[in-house]
T-cell receptor, first 116, second 112 residues
Framework: EAQVTQNPRYLITVTGKKLTVTCSQN?????MSWYRQDPGLGLRQIYYSMNVEVTDKGDVPEGYKVSRKEKRNFPLILESPSPNQTSLYFC???????????????FGEGSRLTVL | DAKTTQPNSMESNEEEPVHLPCNHS???????IHWYRQLPSQGPEYVIHGLTSNVNNRMASLAIAEDRKSSTLILHRATLRDAAVYYC?????????????FGAGTILRVKS
């Protein structure tokens, strides 16, 4: 079954304790991206990757890191989490079509992170 | 990024058609119109997209105005499972690495 898998789905942590949210897709997609969703602010892009070893900032990259060492995985790293990073996080992937345009985005089920 | 404007919420009766409008007056010639929806407690899912011509798929139809400044997502027979937030998004083909900018979307409520 084609899917985007995120782990953990739920996490409560404390300020400053490094954490990683993993994202894996089994569709051989070139494009992967991370979003955060907050009430009243909608979905905002954090980072995206066009292919292995190619990453770039989205709209709200501060406080986050990503890496793309393998095509299927795109982990989101919070080196020193703070309470304002409490949010619902979504990973997404898609094929990359000609001209750099991405096709249909497939989203994971989300990871709800609480930073105390 | 070109922006879209959608009503905050709409209500429909089950088994009736639903027309969800979207205004995008600053759309450029290379912008595709995409629709996603987000069911409660789930990630967004793709619904449909188009450029100039009307489009149909198993989930919905997309009607695009001749001047492309507005579009309408049509759910032919709403069911309770269609209750979700619907997002209208513009995707620029020419923009390398283009990002999806999600607005607030339209909350669709379906009454039985």
């Amino acid at each position: 079954e084609a899917q985007v898998t995120q782990n953990p789905r739920y996490l409560i942590t404390v300020t400053g304790k490094k954490l990683t949210v993993t994202c894996s897709q089994n569709m051989n997609h070139e494009y992967m991206s991370w979003y955060r969703q907050d009430p009243g602010l909608g979905l905002r892009q954090i980072y995206y990757s066009m292919n292995v070893e190619v990453t770039d900032k989205g709209d709200v990259p501060e406080g986050y890191k990503v890496s793309r060492k393998e095509k299927r995985n795109f982990p989101l790293i919070l080196e020193s989490p703070s309470p304002n990073q409490t949010s619902l996080y979504f990973c997404a992937s898609s094929l990359l079509q000609s001209g750099g345009n991405t096709g249909e985005l497939f989203f994971g089920e989300g990871s709800r992170l609480t930073v105390l | 990024d070109a922006k879209t404007t959608q009503p905050n919420s709409m209500e429909s009766n089950e088994e009736e058609p639903v027309h969800l409008p979207c205004n995008h007056s600053t759309i450029s010639g290379t912008d595709y119109i995409h629709w996603y929806r987000q069911l409660p407690s789930q990630g967004p899912e793709y619904v449909i997209h188009g450029l100039t011509s009307n489009v149909n798929n198993r989930m919905a139809s997309l009607a695009i105005a001749e001047d492309r400044k507005s579009s309408t997502l049509i759910l032919h027979r709403a069911t309770l499972r269609d209750a979700a937030v619907y997002y209208c998004i513009l995707r620029d083909v020419a923009e390398y690495g283009n990002k999806l900018v999600f607005g607030a979307g339209t909350i669709l409520r379906v009454k039985s």
